[in-house]
Structure formats: structure tokens, C-alpha cells
């Protein structure tokens, strides 16, 4: 197979080592789905823990974890207990009526948040829109922005999701272009620049809104107390600080959350992806009732948003987070994985960097996707972000014997990369 040149796009005739019936797979989702992604020639029928497997029964290594909503690895046996014993009960009430489920859920997200209320959703991008109303809505009510001019500060290369608010304040050209227009009152400053924030602020900005740890972006760590002086600044000039942790939280980057690193308390927590362990959609805002308790009947929903089968599955997940103690694993193994990819020491690496088991290699060159099919070949599956970097960010339940094992096929692809070169 040869490994350059395929572009964005598959081009299936040049995949030779693969089953017939991959093939057929691929050759239906190019034709029936719209190409908003260009995965890897895999396809996916099984998936145990840290493991994923082909249809052929070829095993890999899964190191994106569906971009971390998998901290808990696949199918992991008590979550899919509890939306099993659910699914035999009552999947969907709708908020017309009480649920027995939804309470107990955001009574547990609370508590690991330190918060007092949640408002539940689906998607992640729904939860950023969720928070974008709630600031904009305490801009009005509490520090009286006059109607329709609240300003939400945002960063550079952020990635929030995908509705046309969202991609509207995204600096990434394929997320933005011809989408507009662009819904105003978004200010855009760079990351990791706390005086940039102090600047930007006006009597009429409500929020700031930040990833920790920029995830898409191709895992932008930034200085330590960078988060402590955002927290100082939002709190001194009276504008909410809201932390978008659908990729970071949940132990990813080896505290409970991202934010704790630094020791601070955002106003309001965005939270997603892992929330659910990767078996359904579940996304929520968190915050003290001084904020979210402004939402009035009426005022915003989701038909699915706190179903009871969601609510179980958010349940057992954050059960699991808390049980198995794995924000301290993925502290753990992180600091082992980043010490074993500075040993790589390879003049074609401009960096490696992580947090955690939120991992990123950074070449000089864009192979970052070559490198990428190299990896798929030897079994171990991870994704390259923006042509220069490869994200590495397992199942936070990854054991030593198995970190060891995984970081042999990146050695060994590296080894090929050197050859090729
Ligand atoms: C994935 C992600 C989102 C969007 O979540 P979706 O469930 O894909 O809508 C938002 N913010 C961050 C930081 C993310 O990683």
C-alpha cells in the first residue's frame, strides 16, 4: 500500500491487503455519506477496552478513543450493564414529565464538579450553545449589559463544535468558509495570553470561553497559571469563565479536570464526550443556581436532554471515573507515554508534548497522516491533526504492559518513517 499521495480523499483501488468486505464497507459510506471526514482504510466491527477490531479480527490499539468520550474504554461492562437494565424500563419520558434517573445523574455531576445544578443535552456543540445563552442570559439579567450587546470573548484555533454559531468565532478556515454568515458578538483573542484577555474586556463582555487545553488544535498545553490569572481577571472585571472540558475532563489530561491542574474554578463547566463512557450522546452545562437557576420555564430544552436511559448511562460513567480512580491512571501512564515519546529523539520530531494521557507528536514535516496508516498497520489506531501532529490519547484504564506494548508500534513506524525519509 503505498502510504503518500491517497489525499484527502480514499482512494480504495490502492488498498490491496485489505478484505473484500472492508472494501464493500467503504466503497457504500463514500457514496451514501457526505465526506465530512476522511477516515482511515479501517473498518470497525468490535471493540473491548483499550482494543478495537476489524472485520478480518485484526486487533488495534484504539489511542483516539472517539477524541476521548472512550476514557472509560469500550464497552465497558458496568455502563453497559446500566443501560441495559434501562433500556428494559423507559428510554424516553421527555421533560414534560419527571423522570426517576435524570436527578440522581446530575446529583453525581454536581458533586464531581463542585456545582450546584447542571443542564443536560446531547451533543457537545449543544452544550457550548447551552453555555453561550446561559452567559449571554446572566450578562443581561445580572450584570446588565444593555439588550443584545453582550460580547462573548473567545480564543484562537478553539475548537467548540459545529453549528453555525460555533464555526461562526472558529479561526479555522475548512470549519468557517461559506458557512457564514458569521453571528456576531464574539470576540477573538489568542490563546494562552491572560493580558490579551484583561484588553479585551469591555463593560458589556459576559464570558470568556476557553479549552483548558486545546485538544483539536493539536494538543496546545499552555503555561502553568495561565488558567489562575483568567480566573483572576474574570472575577476582577465581572465576566463569567467558562471552561469548555468535553475533551479534557473526566481524568483525560490526569486531575478529575483540566482546570485543576491550576488549582481554579471555572463559573461554568461545558461537559461532554466521556460523560456517557461512548455508549450515547450526553453533553451538559454545570454551574451554581446564581447562574444557570436565571433559566426560566420555557427558556431553553431538548427533547432527549435528561432522558432516563442517558441519565443512567451518565450515571454508571462517572461511577466508573470516580471508582476506578482514573484521572490518577491517566496521570500515571501519561507521565510514562510522554517520557517514552521524548525518547524517540528524532530529528524529523519538532515536538512531543502532553497532559496526561492527552498526547501529541509534532513533526517538522506533514506526515503526520503517513504516519498515521504506518501506525494502522502495525495495530494501533490514532488520528492526525492539521498535517504536522499526531494525537495519542488512549482509554484512561491503559495498563503499563499494554502502554509498553502500543509504544512499540509507534517505535517501530518511526523506524519506517526514518527509512522513508
Ligand atoms: C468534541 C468537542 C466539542 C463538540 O462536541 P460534539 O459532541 O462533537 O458536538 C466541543 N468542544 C470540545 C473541546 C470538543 O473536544
Avoid at 493539536?218 to 465581572?238: Q, S
Avoid at 481554579?264 to 450526553?282: E, H, Q, T
Avoid at 447562574?291 to 462517572?318: D, K, V, Y
Avoid at 528524532?346 to 497522516?369: D, N
Wanted: hydrophobic letters at 40%; glycine letters at 10%.
Amino acid at each position: 500500500m503505498p502510504l503518500t499521495g491517497l489525499g484527502g480523499r480514499l482512494a480504495i483501488g490502492y488498498i490491496t491487503d485489505m478484505d473484500l468486505k472492508s472494501k464493500r464497507v467503504i466503497a457504500l459510506d463514500e457514496k451514501v455519506s457526505a465526506r465530512t471526514y476522511s477516515p482511515l482504510p479501517v473498518v470497525l466491527t468490535r471493540g473491548k477496552g483499550v482494543y478495537v477490531f476489524d472485520a478480518a479480527g485484526k486487533r488495534y490499539f484504539d489511542m483516539l478513543s472517539a477524541y476521548s468520550a472512550l476514557n472509560q474504554g469500550h464497552q465497558h461492562p458496568k455502563i453497559v450493564g446500566a443501560a441495559k437494565r434501562q433500556l428494559s424500563r423507559i428510554a424516553l419520558t421527555s421533560r414534560a414529565f419527571h423522570n426517576d434517573q435524570m436527578g440522581p445523574f446530575l446529583e453525581k455531576l454536581c458533586r464531581v464538579t463542585g456545582k450546584e445544578m447542571a443542564v443536560p443535552m446531547n451533543s457537545g456543540a449543544e452544550a457550548v450553545e447551552t453555555a453561550i445563552k446561559t452567559m449571554r442570559l446572566w450578562g443581561y439579567r445580572v450584570k446588565g449589559i444593555p439588550s443584545d450587546m453582550a460580547e462573548i470573548i473567545v480564543v484562537a484555533d478553539n475548537f467548540h463544535g459545529r453549528t453555525t454559531t460555533i464555526v461562526g468565532f472558529s479561526s479555522d478556515p475548512d470549519a468557517r468558509t461559506d458557512f457564514g454568515p458569521a453571528m456576531p458578538g464574539f470576540r477573538v483573542i489568542p490563546f494562552d495570553d491572560a493580558q490579551a484577555l484583561e484588553n479585551a474586556i469591555t463593560e458589556n463582555t459576559c464570558g470568556f470561553l476557553v479549552e483548558p487545553i486545546q485538544g483539536e488544535a493539536g494538543v496546545r498545553i499552555p503555561a502553568p497559571g495561565y488558567l489562575t490569572d483568567v480566573r483572576r481577571i474574570c472575577t476582577e472585571k465581572k465576566v463569567l469563565f467558562c471552561a469548555d472540558e468535553i475533551q479534557t475532563g473526566f481524568g483525560r489530561t490526569g486531575r478529575p479536570f483540566c482546570v485543576d491542574h491550576d488549582g481554579v474554578v471555572p463559573d461554568l463547566f461545558v461537559l461532554g464526550k466521556a460523560l456517557s463512557g461512548g455508549l450515547y450522546p450526553i453533553s451538559a452545562v454545570v454551574g451554581d443556581n446564581k447562574i444557570l437557576g436565571l433559566f426560566e420555564s420555557g427558556t431553553h430544552g431538548s427533547t432527549f436532554g435528561g432522558n432516563p436511559l442517558a441519565s443512567a448511562i451518565g450515571a454508571a460513567a462517572i461511577d466508573v471515573v470516580v471508582k476506578e480512580k482514573l484521572a490518577k491512571n491517566s496521570a500515571a501512564m501519561g507521565e510514562l507515554f510522554l517520557e517514552k515519546l521524548i525518547s524517540l529523539d528524532h530529528p524529523l520530531i519538532r515536538e512531543v508534548r502532553g497532559q496526561g494521557l492527552l498526547l501529541a507528536l509534532e513533526f517538522k514535516k506533514p506526515i503526520a497522516k503517513d504516519f498515521c496508516k504506518l501506525l494502522l498497520k502495525g495495530g494501533l489506531l490514532a488520528k492526525d491533526t492539521h498535517d504536522y501532529t499526531v494525537r495519542f490519547s488512549p482509554p484512561l484504564i491503559i495498563k503499563k504492559s499494554q502502554l509498553d506494548a502500543a509504544f512499540k508500534i509507534i517505535a517501530v513506524a518511526m523506524n519506517a518513517i526514518k527509512e522513508r525519509e
